[in-house]
């Protein structure tokens, strides 16, 4: 276990970033996730943290101790990349034993570390088998327990279940999480699925274009994403995005199909920005049938229908408001039919407000947020193309 710490780290590739100002520092024992679309820099944040890449600036230490000079068999480090990359010719005990005798380890030592992490991965019975023999899970499990039996002070993992099926990668989500658990290894593991990212990481980093949006925790994410490109790649289905006005004495906001008024806090942070021109965002599960005033809402938004999606535990339509798509979570329904003209009403305090240039969220003052969660600010924050 160890605290991994990196400092304005920055890599090039002729004159362009593929990461840029990386800033993190671990806790102990913690699983982070590196999450973002294709080409953000998250397999070349990894493999600088393995040595496999240089860095060109910045500095990256273990415990305090300085890494840059290690070479990467000196690190206590064990990686585990999308393509197993097992021995075909060798059975799953001598994949799982080859680094250790590699390094010369006595044979008790490696028999006990096979032995145990073959346990500890429940593939004990298929040690005499070669990889050919197993199912895809079985050889990202043996990929996993070459890994463990060296014992590292960190793990990296490059999209480790991107081969599998789906059902399949649900389940070893969930074991990677339990191991985790039970051997707390401080981990990084990289992924470009939002869904592996919320449920994995004990805190998450989004990336874009090499530079970090925001790192946080999975809700904190979720409910206060620091500009419209978090809070469109996280969500499932994604946030609903639209361009709006803020009325001149700061009291109403507008747009297609809505005239809503602000709640006074939303209102005193925009007025005192002197911000007209904005883009709100709300998320799907956020808007509710107009019938239902359970919960108080702050408008109405009338659409036609174009789809309806029944998940089975909600119903999701996709509208039209105003010429505008939008996508709304609602409880079960089987009577909502395409072309039907529905009200929906947004729930009040779940309105987000971005700056429509910046992208940069506007609910929460800038000295209002994390440490944590404040980003570096090379790029722009606008929305994710998802
Ligand atoms: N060896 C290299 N030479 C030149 N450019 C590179 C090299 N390796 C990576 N890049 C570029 O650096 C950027 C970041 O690449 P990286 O592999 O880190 O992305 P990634 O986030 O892991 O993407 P993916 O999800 O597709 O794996 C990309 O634009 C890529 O083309
Ligand atoms: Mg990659």
Redesign the pocket.
């Known amino acids: 276990m160890a605290v991994v710490k990196l400092e304005n780290v920055c890599r090039y590739?002729?004159s362009?970033p593929?990461?840029l100002d990386f800033n993190l520092e671990t806790r102990e024992g913690e699983f982070v996730v590196l999450v973002?679309?294709?080409?953000?820099?998250?397999?070349?944040?990894l493999r600088m943290i393995a040595g496999l890449e240089e860095m060109d600036s910045g500095t990256l230490s273990f415990d305090g101790r300085p890494m840059q000079d290690v070479p990467v068999q000196d690190r206590e480090i064990a990686m585990v990349f999308q393509s197993y990359a097992l021995y075909p010719h060798r059975n799953v005990y001598d994949n799982l034993a080859f680094a250790l005798k590699l390094r010369r380890f006595p044979k008790a030592e490696i028999e006990k570390r096979v032995r145990h992490a073959a346990q500890t991965l429940d593939i004990e019975p298929l040690l005499l088998r070669k990889p050919r023999e197993l199912s895809g899970g079985q050889r990202q499990r043996v990929a996993l327990g070459r890994a463990i039996v060296r014992e590292p002070d960190v793990f990296l993992m490059d999209?480790p279940l991107s081969n599998l099926d789906a059902k399949l990668r649900v389940t070893m989500r969930a074991e990677i999480a339990k191991l985790h658990r039970r051997i707390g290894v401080t981990t990084f593991y990289?992924t470009?699925d939002q869904v592996e990212a919320m449920t994995m990481g004990d805190r998450i980093v989004v990336?874009n274009g090499?530079v970090i949006q925001q790192i946080a925790t999975p809700l904190a994410l979720y409910d206060e994403p620091v500009n419209s490109y978090v809070a469109g790649f996280i969500g499932n289905p994604p946030m609903n995005f639209l361009d709006a006005d803020v009325s001149e004495d700061g009291g109403r906001i507008r747009g297609p199909g809505f005239d809503f008024e602000l709640e006074p806090s939303l209102q005193q942070r925009l007025s005192s920005r002197n911000q007209h021109e904005v883009t709100i965002g709300f998320r799907p599960e956020h808007l509710k049938p107009r019938t239902d005033d359970a919960l108080p809402t702050m408008g109405i938004l009338q659409g036609t229908i174009e789809l309806v999606e029944q998940m089975g535990s909600t119903t999701d339509i996709r509208l039209t408001v105003d010429g505008h798509s939008l996508i709304a979570e609602l409880p079960r329904d089987q009577t909502l039919q395409i072309k039907d003209a529905v009200e929906l009403g947004l729930l009040a305090g779940r309105l987000h407000v971005f700056d429509r240039d910046s992208g940069d969220r506007l609910n929460v003052a800038v000295s209002e947020i994390q440490p944590s969660s404040v980003r570096s600010r090379q790029s722009n924050g606008k929305l994710a193309s998802v």
Do not use: I, Q, R, Y
């Not at 973002?36 to 944040?45: H, M």
């Open positions: 590739f002729g362009t593929a990461v973002g679309p294709s080409g953000c820099g998250k397999s070349t944040t999209e990289v470009h990336m090499g």
